[in-house]
């Protein structure tokens, strides 16, 4: 275990080349609070080693944490979550009172409560939703039916869909199964999922708690819009009213979002975050209308944490791989570099484009070219004029390079026999 990723249950990267770090205090923090939104159960572990041990350290990829800390990769998560959701949206969709109808369980999905049919339409096969009828299997180890057992995730669900489908289950007298009772497939598994139903349970106990401790701590700020705040002191206070599901960066962007123009941030590496209200900063410093130091820093942060990540990348000069996918290239490209494209455009999202583009970035600052280029190179190796074009484009590798690659390849080949 000790020279393995800690994030192998997630991202299989027992193969990889790259070389394993250690993280520290601020990863694992970190770590942890992307944990409790993927909710995979991996930061109590982390919370008690820390606990223990405020030195305890874990080894990973860099580029696997990057990915698992992701925004864009948390984002993503959050979305598809809300989609899993989506049925309890549409099940109180036609609520006009010339489309309600009443519920049956030989017409109706027992989940989103739409028409259910269990035959595929020959001429639109594309538009049918895959349905069955409630069956009764036997069960293993306990005597719970299959209404019984719906009703208990029912109440670990505990929300507003979760209560729709505890009326229409009670509502037969007999079993499902007895019933004749229909459902959707995609429904059934986004109300019985196992993730689906620990997202409904967190997302109502967490709103809660949030909602009071966030609202207390707003409320106090409004009554002393003079006051200049900064995070530590914000964030101390949110503690006190029994706040726990914000992190300090997080709760300032909360209040940040909240206030929206009216309020500014102030920031500087090493330094508490100040907040000040704009119609109290005229008095004590000079606001300025323009960006262009915002987006300097922002510029400067970004291409550090670039070159970081590229120097951590081995650059190896003796051997070639003969064959490069894609999840060999992406190994040379920096997860930032990856995350910046994205933004820029979501066409450049992992895409073979965008990691061409990281792979020129890595070529640059390595001065060496990546496995990606090299492969290339080999694929028009029989014109040396063209080589040498995209070589100056930054491409492809060098015509010398395609030479060294012939010359290792005739050695590997040599070691073989």
Not at 24 to 53: A, M, Q, T
Not at 276 to 281: C, E, K, N, T
Not at 377 to 385: A, E, F, I, N, P
């Amino acid at each position: 275990m000790a020279d393995e990723c800690f994030f192998k249950f997630k991202f299989q990267c027992d193969g990889r080349q790259e070389k394993l770090t250690e993280s520290g205090l601020n990863r694992i923090e970190n770590i942890i609070r992307c944990s409790k939104i993927y909710l995979d159960g991996i930061d109590k572990p982390l919370e008690n080693s820390l606990r223990e041990n405020r030195d305890f350290t874990i080894k990973c990829h860099k580029s696997c944490v990057s990915t698992y800390t992701s925004t864009t990769q948390i984002q993503r998560h959050i979305k598809r979550t809300k989609q899993a959701e989506e049925p309890a949206v549409i099940a109180q969709k036609k609520t006009r009172r010339a489309n309600t109808s009443t519920f049956s369980f030989q017409q109706h999905c027992i989940f989103c409560g739409e028409d259910c049919n269990l035959d595929r339409d020959p001429k639109n096969p594309a538009r049918w939703k895959p349905a069955y009828l409630c069956r009764e299997i036997e069960p293993k180890g306990d005597n719970k039916s299959l209404k019984q057992s719906l009703l208990d995730i029912c109440d670990c669900r505990d929300d507003d869909w979760a209560s729709t489908v505890r009326l229409r289950i009670q509502g037969a007298i007999s079993d499902l199964h007895a019933a004749d009772a229909w459902y959707h497939v995609t429904c059934r598994c986004s109300f019985t999922g196992s993730r689906a139903v620990a997202t409904a349970a967190h997302s109502k106990t967490t709103s809660e708690s949030v909602d009071a401790a966030f609202n207390s701590l707003i409320q106090t700020v409004k009554e002393d819009l003079a006051r200049v705040w900064n995070s530590v002191e914000l964030f101390n206070l949110y503690v006190e009213y029994g706040g726990n599901n914000l992190c300090r960066k997080g709760l300032v962007k909360s209040v940040s979002a909240y206030f929206e123009e009216d309020l500014l941030v102030l920031s500087s590496p090493g330094i508490a975050s100040i907040l000040i209200f704009r119609s109290q900063a005229s008095s004590v410093l000079k606001v300025a209308t323009d960006e262009e130091d915002d987006l300097d820093i922002a510029l400067n942060t970004v291409a550090k944490k670039i070159k970081t990540e590229v120097k951590d990348i081995p650059a190896e000069k003796r051997h070639y791989n003969t064959t490069v996918c894609s999840d060999i290239a992406i190994e040379s490209v920096s997860p930032t570099a990856l995350e910046l494209l994205t933004k820029l455009s979501p066409k450049l999202n992992r895409t073979l484009s965008a990691i061409l583009i990281g792979c020129m970035i890595t070529s640059t600052l390595h001065n060496h070219p990546t496995d990606l280029q090299i492969d290339l190179g080999v694929l028009v190796r029989d014109s040396k004029k063209l080589i040498e074009l995209l070589h100056a484009f930054g491409v492809t590798c060098s015509y010398d390079e395609i030479l060294r690659f012939k010359k290792s390849a005739a050695f590997s080949a040599a070691a073989d026999m």
